[in-house]
Every structure is written in C-alpha cells, then in structure tokens.
C-alpha cells in the first residue's frame, strides 16, 4: 500500500511538471519516457502499461487521486488495455474490470471533472463494444437503469449518448460481422430507448406546465387565422402548441438538453420507423418553441445575474438541439410510406413555429426578432458563469458541443433547406398542406434575415425551390399553366423584392457593409457573391415568367439608364480636360447609389440574355432588341464622352463607378452575342439595315477603348465584346466597317504601343478569327478564301515580325540582342500565336490551312530555335506549349515529314542528362517542360495509321530508359501522371505492337496462343504501373488503376499469357495488401473490383495457389486464424470473392477489410463461423435490407450501384437466392429514378423466361410496402 501511495505522489509530481508552462522539451522527453511516453498514446504499452496487473495500479490511482492528469492517464491506460490487449487479459480480470469501473463512475460521477468523467464513460462503453451482449450482458440493462433512475438521469444519458456514437458508428479496429452485430443490436433496444427518453421529456415538460404561472397570451389575428388553421391539422393541435412555455430550473434544463442530445444522435443512424411516435415528435416540437422564446431571454437578461443568464441562454440551447433533432429526421431521403403521414405532422408543427417567428405585420419587429432569435447560443457573460454550473452539476462537456455558436436560425434555416430539397415532392401533394402559404412565411423569413449568411441560405432555398418548380413543369408541359397560375403571384412578388434588395436605392444600409475587396475561396469577394446569388434567383424566375420578369426589370433599368444619360449635361471643359460638374456632397452619394444599381441592373439584363434566344427568338423578338439597341446606346454614348476619363469631385468613388457602368454595359452586350448570331440568320435572309447599323454602332463604342490609354477592366471588355462579334456573331460586312480597318491597322502597326498581354491576345484572336471563320448562311464559293488567306498571312507576318528576326542569332555565336529582351519577344509572339491556333483548331479545314499556310515560316524559326534554348526552361516551356497545340490543331496541315523532324528534334534534344536537368534542377518550371513534351508524344501515338509507328520504340525506350528511372523513386507527383498517361496511350493504341495475331487467328488458335511481340518492354510498361501502386499519390493511384481496368476492358489485358502467367498475381497481391494496410482506403470499390477482375481470370488458380500463399505471408495473424480465414473464401466464384472484396464498403462507410482480420480472441468467434445457412456468406448489408436503408443509401455511389444490381440479378437467377434476395431488391425503394432504373433491370432479368423467380407472386412479399408490384414487370418479354 506504502509502494502504491508513492507511486501515485510520484506520478503525480511528474504529470504536473509535464503540463506546466516553464517545463523545457528535454525535461518532458525524460518524464516522458519515465512516463511511458504520454504524447503518444500508443506507445503506452512499452513500459508501465505493458506490465502485469498495470490496470489495478490505475484503478488504485483512480480511486485515490485528485490529479487531472493522473486520472486522465490512468484511464488511457485502461483505453489502451481495451482496445489493443483486450483479448489477451485473462478472464477474471476482465470481470474484475467490468465490476470495479461501473461502480467508480457510479461513486464519484458527481464530483469527477466533466472531461475525466466522459473519458471514463467512453472506457466503459469501449468494454461493451467488445464483450456486450456475450460477457458483458448487463451492459445496455444498466444504461436504462441509470437513465430512470432519477438521481442518475444524466449520467445514464451520457453513457447513452456514448454508446451511439462508439456502437453505431464504430472505427476500423472491429471486423464488419462485428460492426453488423452491434448495429443489430442497438437497433433492437431503439423503441425502449426512444420510450424512456420521450418520457423524460413528457416528465418534465408536464410537471413545470403545471406549475407555470404566466397566463397564455391573447391571441393575434397573426396567430388565429386561417393559416393557421390551414397549417395544424386540427383546432386541438393549434391549442397545444399555444400554450405558454414552462420556464425550466437548471437541473430539467441539463437534463432535457441531454436528452435532445441523445435523440439527435439516434436520429442520424436509426431507420424511420414506428418506433418514432407522434407523442415523441410532438415532445420534441414543444421543446423547439424555446427556440422562439424570446421573454424568456428577456426576463433573464433583465433580471442581470449570471445565473440566471446562463439559464436563458439555455433555453435557447433547448431549441437548437430540438431543431436539430428534427434536421436529423428531415435528412433522410427514403422515408417509408407509413412514415410520411409524421412528416406531414412534422411538417405542419414546424411551420407553426414559422409563422410564430414571422407573425408581426410590422417588418421592423419582424426583424427584430430574428436579431434575437439569431444569437449565439453562448455569450461572455455565458463562459464566464458556466463554470459555476460545471462545479454544480448542472452542465457537461457533452451538454456544450457542438452547440455553443450554432443559432435557432442556422437551424430553422436547415430546415427549410431539407424540407424544399428533399421533401416538398411528397408534400405538395397533400391538400393539407398549405404550399402558397407556405411561401408567404418563407418570403417574410428570408427577407426579415439580420446577416448576409442568412440571407444568402435563404436564396439558396428559393433556387431549390424554383428548380423544383421548373423540373416539374417540363415533365407536365400540359399542366404548365395550372402550375404557373398557382405559384404567379410567389413569383413576380420573389422577383420585385430581389431585385430592391441589389439596389442602394431601396437597400444602401446593408448593401454597404458588403466587402468588395477581400476575395474568398471562389475568387469573389462578398458583394460578389450576394449580386450572384440575388441574379441566379432573378434569371430563374424569368425561365418561368418571362413576360412578368422582363415587365419588370427593363422599367427599373429605364430609370437608371436616364440618369447616366443625363451626365452630359454636367461636363464642363477645366484646364486639364473634362469635369463632371456635380460637387455637393449629397448629389454625389445619390449618382454613386444610382450608378452602383445602373450596373447591377446591367448585369441582370444581361444574365437573362439565354431566354431570348432559341425557340422564343421570334416571339421575344421585340423586347431583345428594345434591349439591345439600349445597351447599343450607352456603349456609344461612354466612348464618345469618355466618362472614364474625366474629373469627377470624389474621384475615389465616382469615377470607379463611371468605368464599371461602362464595362458592365459592353458585358452586357457581350452578353447578346448569340442573339445577335440568330439575328445575323434573320438579316441574311431579309436584306435588313437594322442589323447592320446596330453592328456597326457597336464597333464604333469598341474600337476607341482599344488603347493602353483606357483602364484595363475597360479595355479588356471591350476585347472580349470584339471577340464574340468577330466569333459568335461573324457578320460578313464586319472586315469593311471602318472602325475594324482602325483595329487591323493600330494591332499590325510596328510603331503603335503595344496592348497590355491579354489585350494584345483578345485583340489579335478576333482579328483573325474575322480572316479564318466561314461566314454563316453563305456557301463555300462565296467565302472569299483567297483574299482572306493574304490578308490573315498579312496580319500573322506583322505580329511575328520581331519573332522571325530571332533566326539567325540561333546559329550565332553571340547575340547582337541581350536574352531578356529575347525572352520577352518569344513570349510576346508565341503567346498569340498559340491563341491563334487554338481556337482555330476546332474549325473546317479550310480555316486550319490558311492558319497553317500563315504560321508555316514562324514554326520553322521555333524548330530553329529550341535547340539553342533548350537549357532555358522558360523558353522551352513557351515553346513547346506552341508545339503541342500545334500537333493538336494543325498536324494535319502540318504534313507527315516536318511532323516526324519536329519529333526527331524533340527526341534528340531530351537526352537523359537533359531529362534529368530539368526534372531534378529546374524546379516547377523544368517539370513543366517535360509533361508538355510527354503531351506533345501522346498526341503522336494516339495517331491512327502506319506513319508515326516507326518512334514507338524510341518513345518507349525514352519513358522507360530515361524519364521513368528519374522519376520514379521522387516523392513528389511531377511528371509521373504524364508519364503513366502516356504509356497508357502506347499500349491503347498500339495493341499490335505487342499483340499481332488478327481476329480470325485468335479464333482458330486461342488467345492462350497469341503471338506475342516487343515482350521486352510491354513487362517492363506494367513493372512499371505495379510500382506504382506502392505509392502513397492517391491520385496516381487511382488514374493507373482506371488505365489497368480500360485496357482490359478493351483490350482483355487480364486474359493475356503474359500477363496471367508472370503479373496476374504479383498485381493481385499488391491490390491486397494495399486493402489490409488501409493505406487508399478512398478506393475500396475500385480495388475490389480489380481484384476481382483479376482472380476471374484464374479462380482455380486464385482459390488454389495464390490465397493460401497469400495468408501465410500475412503479418500478425496466427496459423489458426490463417486457416479459418481460407475456409471462409467461399469456392463459389462470383459471390464469394465479390462478398469478401466489396462486403465492408456496402455496409460501412469506413468498413473493414476482410483481409484485415481481429487479433485472437481466447473464446469463440463467429466472425470466422461458417454461414449458418450452408450458403454462401452475403454481405452483412444483404443481411438486413428493410432495417438499414442508410446501407442503400451508401451503395449507390459511383458505379458501384448498377454492378450491384447486375450482381443481384446472376444471383436470383442461376443461385437460387431468390427470395433472400429480392429482400434486398424491395429495400433500395423508394429511391429516385436514376438508382431505382438498376433496380428494375434486375427485375426484369429476374422475371425473364427460364428464371427461378419467373413468378410474379414471388415479388408481392418483398415490395408490399410500394403498394404493388411495377405492372412492367408482371407481363415480362420474352426480349429482356
């Protein structure tokens, strides 16, 4: 006793230097290794833990000691002992164990500090997790016990809150029979659970209504009209939820808080079941309206005492975890049909509390209330008294997490994100349900919000909902106008309303507290982001209402427009130029408000530009051009008065303003192109003028903004408006408008500044896209190609004229000009040029011919000079990014011998020193150039025909010889996926390279007989991918893996001789081993399903040599578990092994690999059982369809599904699992029609002549809940 005494003084004296302040890093590594290295929790079992009987010393420590650290490590301990050595620990100290810690929570949970007493919670539920119900029995009994036991209420409640999150959602350290077990077992104590804790909740909610003295207020006309009467179900039901609020003592509040805490939790991994009554739902909307009280907040603060501060915010706190109790029930997207009469009972209960939060007239008050409403749960006042309670009892660590900044509004807000996301489809139909009330109280919600964020969540809403709305009107055009003269009047008052809120004449307060400077995550910055927002909204209500939304917004736009307009007027010449002659202080803030909406409005016309074009053209003609000719105006009007040069009195402000109206109004503009383009197709056929002058006027607006005289945001507009008219547009007349000859002539004049470089880029691609685009509408003898030919040869000759000078100084000894002067006129060249080219690659041959006809001399001058560049990373870089494009656009064009000198000279120049120079010395910038040279060889393999066959060699030999023993042992990712791509491509597109044999041989000879060629390299390209599933690039990973699956698909890669006898299985292994160390566990389906791609291949082989092999090379298994585990992998070929491989990511989003097995165990585990059917083992999720439709949910990711199903189908069909299976079948329902569409293939498949299922009436048991059998498949074809 004497030696346990000192050894606890002693670690206690440690534990308290380790964690003080003043204690240096070398004085804790030594207490830390006296300490059994406490930082790192799995290294405890060296010293101290590791020894015999370590865990009575703790138990002793636990019991003794008043050190925080002391008893928070003793209890690691414990956790360590647990979760590692379980297994081992004989079997009287596991009882021991199971008794003594109980009953010390039990002893001490009232004084023990929050965080040691949840720690030693979760120690306790982790011996449940590995011996209830088989040795620790009494585990979930005793839970229940302490929940009504009144004195231990909130211990039960944290113990039950434990056991649902280490239970139901476990981690890796358990295999997935076990997980599957747990599961099952909770779910049989859900209803008891789920009982108790609803009569908590009844318990005190009725005791303190009893007691409560303040009477229940008057009602309001806002309160007891008829939406109310429409939203609650009966006049019993409004009565109840209007009774007062009972004010809560503390220790109800903690308790009930825990409660809702327990419930959330439940909610989020439970079925919706029976289990949740209507007395439990209508419990929970009860505690939901703590949310809405706002006197109780004010009678607290009022009465100013700490105390009774935190008791408010408490109450407070009771609503958010009530709100996301319903949230947890709300998410889930499969509700059964006996289920959604609750939600519509949730449904009506909480839109009540709606109209409670939103039921004053006047906005203000509305407002108001949500301010409060919107409060942090927690405040100073808060942290600084909760430790008083902390001391008391009365709160917990797990009664604060999670919920200490999360509002009753954040929570509202989610709710009705998930009720319009998930559920309005179900809703809408029920005449009960009010859906046009229902958006008058959410349009009062959303525009009464107190923040930004909130007002953003809110549109968010209202873009599901009008997507909602439009989805539904394509899939019923007959009843389009029933559904639009329902929702009209939502709509047209959504869009008025919206659009107030972008404009600072109705809304300046808020609108400029927005920041416009600070960029987030997606480039915007705040304002940014709230004028999308509020134009996404505004351009789907006009895909509904055109009619209304244009009626609308263009009056608005008029209005904004004629103050611009009217500046004129204001322009006196000054001394130094122009000056706008409007200088008081409030005539300036009113042209800033006004000209900031001008530009919004701008924008908004211009987001609705796709809704004037297409079908509609004809019939919206007339608005689109009163809009168009508009923005033609003031286009012209900015550039001939130049308003973004002149002097304004607040030039900070005001002229920022001026340049973004005009920017915003060529964007608009812009915006018009393809209207425009249609337009073009109309004025072709009937000869007009009006489309000539409107094409014309715009040119005049453009070309005097093109000069590096003009603010960029101004230029750069207006080159982006000459490039859609020169490439959407392409009106014929277009090269002889003067004002384009002025374009031409400034881009091509030597003398002439040059534009800034994406200017000079815009500006140069419009100009040559006018020479090399086919006019539209006219036939190919009238394109004029020979004078568009020697203009365009004209323009690129002036562009490159600088460039082509390069030439002879390639061969010189010394430059006559300094190298950064040679860089930047590369750059400068090569940068349009391949601006050029790429957008011209997509176009007819004509087009590319002449682009290749003017390009011809500039790519011999590159070709001459990459050589001496070749040592200049950047250079090189430009260069053959020029190169790459050019094989992409023009290889064609280019002719088959230059093409194969271009490709000699790259090979040449890349030797391995060179390689190895860029890769290893040069940074980011060589790494460049070598995948660009890999880009540039994958365009020349992927080309079909004999003529590039001849460097197939060389190209191997080049990846395999010199860049991939460069790269390959590099940690970091550069060049590798290039490199894998490229091999991929060599092999996808060269299958004869390797495989000569034709089709007809391989039918008479048998692919086991293929002739095989360059063996050589084909083994060492696949040494190559297997390397590279040792790697930790996930990325790499996963692209490699995709290559190895297509060539198989395409190319039967498995099947070849090489492949299954010498690499078959070393892929195998690897694949495995990769699932048993976890290490991608992102791509558990994809391994699976190559692995089994693999073994189907060989099965005999698979089954017979390699897993024997396989699990006796595996680490930390024993020979018993070894053999058990090979009796367990089941002969049957496409189950079995399909079972193993796929089995824990169907029923576990973080499952267990079956090659992954649990430590010995000293009892019997029937995780290694055989299947007590004397079938084949099915997965743990086939297991339990009906009650886990969370399983469902997780299988349809990716591509997994439809396999799945198909999987299903041989099973029924040719395993006689039929009706164990279409078990399974009936649960994926009611899914949406996307997952379900496999589904009913399966069926199909299922019900086809010859099948075990053949029979209709087999399918009545496994889908009554869907009300019938689809009719489809009661008749089956016999074409399915």
């Not at 950064?820 to 590319?848: A, C, P, W, Y």
């Amino acid at each position: 006793m004497a030696s346990e005494e000192a050894s606890l003084r002693a670690l206690e004296s440690l534990m308290t230097e380790f964690f003080h302040d003043c204690t240096t890093n070398e004085r804790k590594r030594e207490i830390a290794l006296f300490c059994c290295c406490l930082t790192f929790p799995e290294e405890l079992l060296d010293n101290f833990a590791q020894q015999i009987g370590a865990w009575r010393l703790c138990l002793y420590f636990l019991s003794s000691t008043g050190n925080d650290y002391v008893m928070m490590y003793s209890l690691t301990v414990f956790e360590n002992l647990i979760n590692k050595m379980w297994l081992g620990v004989p079997s009287q100290d596991k009882m021991e164990i199971r008794s003594c810690l109980p009953k010390l929570l039990l002893a001490h949970h009232k004084t023990l500090p929050y965080f040691i007493r949840n720690k030693l919670c979760k120690v306790i539920v982790d011996i449940g997790r590995q011996d209830w119900p088989m040795f620790y029995h009494d585990f979930f009994t005793n839970i229940l016990q302490l929940i009504q036991s009144p004195v231990t209420t909130p211990l039960g409640l944290i113990m039950l809150k434990t056991t649902s999150e280490e239970l139901a959602c476990p981690r890796e350290d358990l295999s997935v029979a076990r997980k599957e077990e747990l599961r099952k077992l909770l779910l049989d104590q859900v209803q008891a659970v789920l009982g108790l804790l609803t009569g908590i909740l009844e318990t005190v909610w009725d005791k303190h209504s009893v007691t409560a003295a303040t009477p229940p207020p008057s009602p309001t006309p806002g309160e007891s009209g008829d939406l109310l009467s429409n939203l609650l179900q009966s006049p019993s039901s409004a009565k109840l939820l209007n009774q007062p609020i009972p004010i809560l003592d503390a220790e109800s509040e903690y308790i009930c808080s825990l409660a809702l805490e327990c419930l959330a939790h439940l909610f989020s991994w439970i079925p919706l079941s029976a289990s949740i009554t209507p007395s439990l739902l209508t419990t929970i909307f009860h505690f939901a309206r703590f949310g809405c009280d706002i006197r109780a907040r004010k009678m607290a603060s009022v009465n100013g005492s700490s105390q009774n501060c935190v008791l408010g915010q408490e109450r407070g706190r009771l609503g958010v975890l009530a709100m996301s109790c319903i949230n947890e029930l709300m998410s889930k997207n499969c509700v059964p049909m006996e289920f959604e009469e609750y939600l519509l009972r949730m449904f009506q209960q909480t839109f009540y509390l709606l109209q409670k939060i939103t039921k004053d007239n006047n906005a203000h008050t509305v407002k108001s209330r949500l301010e409060e409403l919107d409060e942090s749960v927690c405040n100073p006042l808060w942290f600084q008294s909760v430790g008083l309670l902390m001391r008391n009892g009365h709160v917990g660590g797990n009664g604060m997490k999670g919920c200490l900044t999360c509002s009753y509004i954040e929570k509202f807000t989610d709710f009705l994100r998930l009720f319009v996301s998930v559920h309005l489809r179900r809703i809408e139909s029920y005449s009960q349900f009010p859906v046009v009330e229902f958006l008058t109280l959410l349009f009062k919600y959303t525009f009464h919000q107190p923040t930004h964020e909130g007002y953003f969540s809110c549109l968010d809403i209202w873009t599901l909902f009008l997507d909602y709305l439009t989805s539904k009107i394509k899939s019923r055009l007959g009843d389009k106008e029933a559904v639009l003269n329902r929702y009209e009047d939502a709509l047209v008052l959504l869009l008025t309303e919206v659009l107030n809120r972008i404009q600072f004449r109705y809304n300046q307060a808020q609108l400029e507290e927005l920041d416009d400077e600070t960029l987030d995550d997606d480039q915007q910055t705040e304002w940014q982001r709230y004028l999308r927002q509020s134009l996404e909204v505004v351009a789907k209500v006009m895909e509904l209402l055109p009619t209304h939304a244009f009626s609308t917004l263009f009056p608005v736009l008029q209005d904004n427009l004629e103050v611009y307009l009217g500046l004129q007027q204001f322009i006196v010449t000054s001394g130094s130029g122009h000056r706008l002659n409007i200088t008081a202080e409030n005539d300036c803030r009113r042209l800033h408000c006004s000209l900031r909406d001008l530009s919004s409005l701008l924008q908004a016309v211009g987001r609705l530009a796709e809704y004037f074009i297409g079908d509609v053209f004809a019939a919206r003609f007339s608005d689109a051009l009163t809009v168009v000719e508009r923005l033609v105006k003031v286009t012209l009007y900015g550039s001939q008065i130049k308003l973004y040069n002149i002097e304004t009195a607040v030039p900070s402000v005001l002229k920022p303003d001026l340049i973004d109206v005009h920017a915003q109004s060529l964007a608009a503009l812009q915006a018009y192109s393809h209207w425009l383009a249609q337009y073009c197709g109309e004025a072709h056929r009937q000869n007009t003028q009006q489309f000539v002058t409107l094409i014309s006027t715009t040119m005049d607006a453009v070309t005097p903004l093109i000069s590096t005289k003009v603010q960029d945001k101004l230029l750069l507009s207006a080159c982006h408006l000459l490039v859609s008219l020169a490439t959407t547009v392409r009106p014929v007349f277009l090269i002889s408008i003067p004002a384009v000859q002025k374009v031409f002539n400034r881009i091509t004049d030597a003398s002439a500044q040059r534009l800034v470089d994406k200017a000079q880029v815009l500006v140069c691609r419009a100009l040559s896209n006018i020479l090399l685009l086919p006019w539209p509408n006219l036939p190919e003898n009238e394109q004029q190609w020979p004078v568009r030919s020697i203009n365009h040869a004209n323009l690129i000759s002036a562009l490159s004229r600088d460039y082509r000078n390069l030439k002879p100084n390639a061969v010189a000894p010394q430059r006559k000009m300094p190298l950064d002067d040679t860089k930047v006129i590369i750059h400068q060249t090569l940068s349009v040029l391949e601006d050029i080219v790429e957008n011209i690659s997509g176009e007819s041959t004509k087009s590319r011919q002449i682009c290749y006809q003017s390009l011809q001399e500039s790519v011999q001058v590159s070709l001459a000079l990459f050589p001496a560049f070749i040592h200049q990373s950047d250079v090189t870089d430009e260069m053959l990014s020029f190169f790459l494009t050019l094989f992409r656009g023009l290889r064609v064009q280019m002719g088959v011998p230059f093409t194969e000198q271009i490709i000699q000279t790259f090979l040449n120049m890349f030797t391995r020193e060179q390689l190895a120079e860029s890769i290893l010395h040069e940074g980011s910038t060589g790494c460049r150039v070598v995948e660009k040279f890999l880009k540039i060889l994958q365009v020349v393999v992927q080309e079909p025909g004999q003529v590039f066959k001849p460097f197939l060699p060389s190209i191997i030999a080049l990846c395999m010889e010199q860049v991939y023993p460069i790269i390959a042992e590099r940690p970091s990712p550069d060049v590798k996926a290039e490199l894998f791509e490229l091999l991929f491509r060599t092999l996808h597109h060269n299958w004869r390279y390797f495989f000569k044999s034709t089709v007809l041989a391989s039918v008479q000879r048998g692919i086991a007989e293929e002739q095989m060629e360059n063996e050589p390299q084909f083994s060492a390209i696949m040494q190559a991918f297997g390397q590279s599933f040792l790697q930790p690039d996930i990325h790499l990973f996963k692209q490699n893996l995709f290559y190895l699956e297509t060539l198989n698909t395409k190319q039967k890669l498995y099947h070849k001789k090489i492949f299954r006898t010498t690499m078959l299985f070393q892929f195998v292994n690897v694949l495995l081993q990769v699932l048993v160390h976890k290490s991608h566990d992102l791509l558990q389906e994809e391994i699976g399903i190559a692995i089994y791609n693999m073994a189907s291949v060989d099965f005999d082989g698979f089954f017979a040599a390699f897993l024997p092999e396989f699990l006796t090379s595996c680490d930390g298994v024993d020979a018993n578990q070894k053999n058990v585990l090979g009796r367990n992998f089941k002969m049957d070929r496409p189950l079995g092994l399909c079972t193993c491989l796929l089995g824990s990511s169907w029923n576990s989003s973080r499952g267990t690999s079956p090659f992954h097995p649990s430590p010995p165990d000293t009892r019997q585990n029937e995780t290694f059982l055989p299947h007590p059917r004397g079938v084949p083992a099915l997965p743990p999720a086939l297991e339990q369809p009906a009650r886990s439709p969370t399983s469902v949910c997780r299988l349809t990711r990716g591509s997994c599904w439809s396999k799945f199903c198909s999987l299903l189908a041989y099973l029924i069909c040719d395993m006689h699992q039929g009706s164990f299976l279409l078990d399974s079948l009936g649960s994926c329902f009611p899914l949406s029609w996307t997952l379900s569409f496999p589904v009913f293939l399966c069926l199909g498949i299922c019900l086809s002549p010859g099948s075990v299922s053949s029979s209709p009436e087999l399918l009545e048991p496994h889908f009554s809940h869907l009300g019938s059998v689809p009719s489809c498949f009661l008749r089956p074809s016999p074409n399915i």
